[in-house]
């Protein structure tokens, strides 16, 4: 059947960066000025743009929202414990909450910093933290003061609800919304409703500066500690004096040029984004493919369709098996698995993904505790070598894949990836 398929003849990518002329403008203005290095106008224009678009009072850009989220660790681990001795992590020992399906970013700078990641079970309406589960880590593990919450694909977790279990246990939260820019709660935009908050410009995002991100404050002391942790920690003295342990993480006043021209799309962008969504979901409504999309919770959240992803019902996946590096699947009339469909897109050149998998099935964070609805899953019997965790996010993993969600991406084109996976139901 696949052989005889036609190919595009330019790969369809999953989210490539979409340009639109004034990238290119500011640019030029940081070169003709020769503003190219960590300061300039760009940088200015991004930071404040920001900070009125997703109305949060303070905004730093830095080198990607990795970096960014290092720093959200570090200020809340100084809030919560105090400034560490020099070669210390902020959060050494001390364990932090953290969604468990993620993409890795969202973790490691835990680890950078000495902290012990938690893992909290998904949950099927938003595909983010569970706070159902976030409830029964706190009977657990009581002590926890930084929680980590990620907005998936673009949708918001359910917020208002973590919010509440977080001021119960006085605990403070990093909002990872380095997917979710533009995306809605109750009509606030999320990464501004936590403690800090986290948006990236890599090159497959809503918007990019082919590399970057920015860091959201509620004080302009943590704001300033920042700027300064990110440019070296150098003191305020006529030589360089050295305080505090310092990075350079700054934001380069060209890739800045290359944000700011994008900031003007970024309602354009998400309506493309959203299109496409609706596009699959109407499509497979029309075949009745036994699927749904990436859910969210309608009437209190707006995506901004970063991701269009899809779930296989379980009665309609065919056998499938994963190991650590490995997928292996055997096909059946009327059923398919995430393994089939992404290789009948690669098949035609179009770029699917797996679900990220959850953070707890990864080697490196293979002993670190893991939370579902049912207690923690570590404390029992064989839970180091069993696969058989009830879990939320390994079942999102088994049965969901994110399809070609490229806004460059034309309709025939998205019409024929449609084709595809439908064949993989006959
Ligand atoms: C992309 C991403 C990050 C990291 O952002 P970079 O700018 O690539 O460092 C963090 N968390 C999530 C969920 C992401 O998707």
Redesign the pocket.
């Known amino acids: 059947m696949e052989t005889s398929r036609r190919k595009f003849e330019k790969r369809v990518w999953l989210a490539s960066p979409c340009m639109h002329g004034d990238e290119l403008k500011y640019m030029k203005e940081a070169y003709e000025t020769n503003w190219m290095s960590t300061v300039g106008e760009n940088l200015n224009a991004v930071e404040e743009q920001l900070c009125k678009k997703l109305n949060c009072p303070y905004c730093v850009a830095l080198s990607?929202?990795?970096?960014?989220?290092h720093m959200a660790m570090k200020l809340a681990g100084e809030r919560v414990y105090g400034r560490p001795e020099v070669g210390h992590g902020v959060l050494e020992g001390k364990r932090v909450f953290c969604s468990d399906m993620?993409?890795d970013?969202?973790v490691n700078p835990i680890v950078y910093e000495g902290g012990i990641p938690v893992f909290i079970d998904a949950e099927y309406a938003t595909w983010n933290m569970d706070p159902e589960v976030l409830r029964k880590a706190f009977e657990i593990y009581p002590e926890v003061k930084i929680v980590v919450l990620?907005h998936?694909y673009g949708t918001p977790a359910k917020i208002e609800e973590i919010k509440e279990i977080c001021r119960e246990y006085d605990a403070l939260i990093i909002e990872?919304a380095?997917?979710a820019l533009n995306a809605t709660y109750e009509g606030g935009y999320v990464g501004s409703f936590g403690d800090y908050g986290?948006i990236?410009?890599?090159g497959?995002?809503l918007i990019t500066g082919s590399?970057?991100?920015v860091i959201l404050l509620h004080s302009r002391e943590d704001a300033d500690k920042v700027r300064k942790w990110t440019t070296q920690a150098r003191e305020e003295a006529p030589w360089y004096q050295h305080e505090e342990i310092g990075y350079n993480y700054r934001m380069s006043n060209v890739i800045a040029g290359v944000v700011r021209g994008q900031l003007p799309y970024i309602q354009d962008h998400a309506e493309r984004k959203k299109a496409i969504y609706d596009r699959y979901q109407q499509a497979f409504l029309e075949a009745e493919l036994p699927v749904h999309m990436n859910p969210y919770e309608q009437g209190k959240s707006v995506p901004n369709y970063w991701l269009s992803c899809m779930l296989i019902n379980r009665e309609a996946m065919c056998k499938q098996v994963r190991s650590e590096r490995e997928a292996l699947f055997i096909t059946e009339p009327g059923k398919s698995c995430p393994t089939e469909i992404l290789e009948a897109l690669d098949g035609i050149n179009a770029e699917g993904r797996p679900i990220?998998k959850p953070m707890h099935a990864q080697p490196i964070y293979k002993l670190h505790p893991f939370i579902t609805r049912k207690g923690d899953e570590r404390a029992k019997t064989n839970a180091y070598i069993d696969n058989g965790i009830q879990d939320v996010g390994m079942d999102i993993f088994d049965r969901g894949l994110c399809l070609p969600s490229d806004i460059n991406m034309m309709v025939e084109q998205q019409e024929y990836i449609i084709e595809v996976i439908k064949d993989c139901f006959r």
């Open positions: 990607s929202g990795t970096a960014a989220l993620t993409f970013a969202t990620v998936l990872d380095a997917e986290v990236s410009f890599n497959n995002k590399s970057g991100g990220w």
